[in-house]
């Protein structure tokens, strides 16, 4: 099967980027460099090309209830024009997917939007529409995700771009903005939607915008400044924050987790009544027997996804995650499942690194101070 294409992937293409296949779509990796991008995100802005994200929206009289049901977060707790991060877990409690659930602004036509990620946008799709059936209630479910195009502008001059692209008359609510914020904003004469959220650890905004007026929203951003990012820069910024990447640091059939393992529980609230509650009542009352660790490599080499974690004495702990040699720090860190007594800051333990077994310590998450 051919794999998709965001709506700016000729112009990507003529900027010079490289591609990568993520998701089931063909998305830029890189443009320049990805330390110059990400140092870009770090020091200024960038802007990354993030449409293979989905973009689901449930509109109707029962639309709280069929959200309330499917994700572990209270979606009660959302006025009009607020944002959480959720969890999307089976009867079991295991992560499916991870996502970010807006109650959408007045402005919207739809009652909530959530953002499945790249390649996930069908299976919630159907996810939802089964339950609304099965539980018979009243919601409508898009999938709009080939309708929208989706962009994250990053870093520490974001709000001085958003607000230069905005109408003088809105300027003041981009300064107003609260973290998780969701607004209708006219981002270079594009009407969007506009959430202070990001994947970075840096401030910005993620907007997402018709598909046909997605050059309008690039260029403007990329004539005031802002570096152009691919998604190899993407990684190693959340890697620094310890972000999941769904398939990665947790996937239902190769790497199966709960959001107590994932260092997430945050977000589960057993208060409310959702698929996978009561599974997820007695890991909390029991405890973890692993969790997602920080492992900093003492000797040379990089921790990559799949290498093995072992104890001083040679015993397999674990398995390395994600990875990269952090462009911020300057050292070689990743993230993996450890037995819960291994996860104390200055504990030593063994990356296994093309069959050599390298030093390596425990670091609290996330790496980096943001």
């Known amino acids: 099967m051919a794999?998709?294409?965001?709506?700016?992937?000729?112009?990507?293409a003529d900027r010079g980027a490289s591609f990568t296949e993520f998701g089931g779509w063909d998305m830029p990796v890189e443009f320049d460099s990805i330390r110059a991008e990400h140092e870009a995100v770090r020091e200024s802005a960038g802007?990354?090309?993030?449409?293979?994200?989905?973009?689901?929206?449930?509109?109707?009289?029962?639309a709280r209830t069929l959200m309330q049901r499917l994700t572990?977060?209270?979606?009660?707790?959302?006025?009009?024009?607020?944002?959480?991060?959720?969890?999307?877990t089976d009867a079991d409690g295991t992560i499916l997917d991870d996502t970010v659930v807006y109650n959408l602004p007045p402005e919207r036509d739809a009652d909530y939007l959530f953002v499945p990620n790249a390649g996930h946008d069908a299976e919630m799709y159907d996810r939802w529409v089964a339950?609304?059936?099965?539980?018979?209630?009243?919601?409508?479910?898009?999938?709009?995700?080939?309708?929208?195009?989706?962009?994250?502008?990053?870093?520490?001059d974001a709000e001085t771009l958003l607000g230069e692209a905005v109408p003088e008359d809105e300027r003041r609510e981009v300064r107003r903005f609260s973290r998780f914020g969701a607004m209708?904003?006219?981002?270079?004469?594009?009407?969007?939607?506009v959430a202070r959220t990001g994947y970075t650890g840096e401030d910005g905004f993620e907007l997402v915008a018709p598909w046909a007026d997605?050059?309008?929203?690039?260029?403007?951003?990329?004539?005031?400044?802002?570096?152009?990012?691919?998604?190899?820069?993407?990684?190693?910024?959340?890697?620094?924050?310890?972000?999941?990447?769904?398939?990665?640091?947790?996937?239902?059939?190769?790497?199966?987790?709960?959001?107590?393992?994932?260092?997430?529980?945050?977000?589960?609230?057993?208060?409310?009544?959702?698929?996978?509650?009561d599974a997820l009542e007695a890991v909390a009352r029991e405890g973890p027997d692993e969790k997602i660790t920080g492992v900093r490599l003492v000797d040379r080499g990089v921790p990559r996804h799949g290498y093995t974690v072992t104890d001083t004495d040679g015993t397999l702990i674990g398995t390395v995650t994600s990875g990269t040699m952090s462009p911020t720090l300057g050292e070689p860190i990743g993230l993996a499942y450890l037995p819960v007594e291994y996860r104390d800051p200055g504990t030593r333990v063994r990356?296994?690194?093309r069959d050599e077994p390298k030093k390596a310590q425990i670091r609290a998450l996330p790496f980096l101070d943001r």
């Open 184 to 193: 209708a904003l006219t981002v270079a004469g594009v009407d969007c939607l």
């Open 47 to 62: 802007i990354f090309d993030v449409s293979h994200m989905g973009e689901i929206e449930v509109t109707g009289p029962d």
């Open 131 to 156: 339950h609304r059936e099965e539980w018979g209630l009243d919601a409508t479910v898009e999938n709009r995700t080939d309708e929208y195009a989706m962009f994250a502008l990053q870093g520490p």
């Open 351 to 353: 990356v296994v690194v």
């Open 3 to 12: 794999s998709r294409e965001p709506p700016l992937h000729a112009v990507h």
């Open 214 to 277: 997605a050059e309008a929203i690039w260029t403007a951003f990329v004539s005031a400044g802002a570096t152009p990012c691919g998604l190899g820069a993407r990684d190693t910024l959340r890697i620094e924050m310890g972000f999941l990447l769904s398939g990665q640091d947790f996937d239902p059939a190769e790497n199966p987790r709960n959001p107590y393992e994932a260092g997430v529980e945050f977000t589960v609230k057993l208060d409310t009544e959702f698929v996978g509650r």
């Open 72 to 88: 572990t977060n209270d979606v009660a707790e959302l006025d009009s024009g607020e944002g959480q991060y959720a969890c999307i």
